[in-house]
């Protein structure tokens, strides 16, 4: 990254309901009415129709964050970020409310903005989350992004293992959103089988599909969903970005 500064556009996934585990550790810490939002930053806002799920690192720790009477769920590191961003109400003061792991929120179910998944989606771990980027939390969008995908695939087989249940990955049939020369309309799906990924550890040939899928779904890519249908990805992004902030969903972020 160097020098570069990267615009985020931070979504704003209201919880619906907490899993029991965070229900537990939050007793007594938030108003019961009170409306909390998992942030994640994506650099893809023209792909949220396709969300299928939300991802955390499950042994990272997020704060819980107070934003007038709003709470953010986001890393520590974010919050700061933000606080220098205009986000909170006092410039550079982030009042942390509460602490989770990711862990504690697996299965807690969110509404997705824009996603053909109105009933929401569930927050799911995801191993390979840092806690130096972003926010430390990824929306899910398996039909573009090569990580999302192969890690909503072995979730789904090993729902057991990863103690979830398997209905909850969402990942039987992926809504195609942007169509490309190179790739078709599952981007992420013919570079993961052309690639020949094998797991979310696969960190090389990750970096590879990610780069190719960013770089022809950016340039080449048509919308082949959704309000801007028809219209070049680079022109839809900065749209759709703009529709999610006006209506209060989304904001912008920067590191
Ligand atoms: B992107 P960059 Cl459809 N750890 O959003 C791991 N990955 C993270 C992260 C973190 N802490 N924070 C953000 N990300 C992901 C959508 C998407 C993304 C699509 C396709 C590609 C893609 C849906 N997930 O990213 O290193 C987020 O996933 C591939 C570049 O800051 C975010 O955008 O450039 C992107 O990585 C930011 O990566």
């Known amino acids: 990254e160097g020098v570069g500064v990267q615009e985020y556009t931070a979504l704003k ?59 953010f769920v986001c890393s520590v590191r974010a919050a700061r970020n933000m606080a220098f961003q205009g986000t909170f109400p006092k410039w550079g003061e982030f009042p942390q409310v509460a602490t989770v792991t990711g862990k504690d929120v697996v299965g807690t179910l969110v509404d997705a903005p824009l996603s053909i998944h109105k009933d929401g989606v569930r927050i799911l771990p995801m191993e390979t989350v840092k806690d130096t980027k972003g926010t430390a939390v990824v929306t899910c969008v398996p039909s573009d992004s090569p990580d999302d995908y192969i890690t909503s695939l072995d979730l789904a087989k090993k729902a057991e293992y990863y103690q979830i249940q398997k209905e909850w990955v969402r990942f039987d049939d992926i809504l195609p959103i942007i169509s490309t020369p190179q790739f078709g309309d599952l981007t992420a799906k013919k570079l993961v089988e052309d690639l020949k990924i094998q797991s979310p550890k696969d960190a090389k040939k990750l970096e590879e599909a990610k780069e190719k899928a960013y770089k022809e779904g950016f340039y080449k890519g048509t919308m082949i969903y959704g309000d801007f249908k028809g219209k070049k990805v680079e022109e839809a992004k900065n749209l759709v970005r703009k529709q999610l902030i006006d209506a209060g969903l989304a904001f912008p972020y920067a590191e």
Do not use: H
Request: charged share 20%; hydrophobic share 30%; with cysteine.
């Open 13 to 71: 996934m209201q919880v619906k309901e907490w899993s029991e585990s965070a229900q537990k550790k939050l007793d007594g810490k938030l108003p019961t009415d009170a409306k909390t939002y998992f942030i994640p930053a994506t650099l893809r806002p023209e792909t949220m129709y396709g969300q299928t799920s939300c991802f955390v690192g499950p042994s990272l720790e997020y704060g819980i964050f107070q934003i007038n009477s709003e709470y």
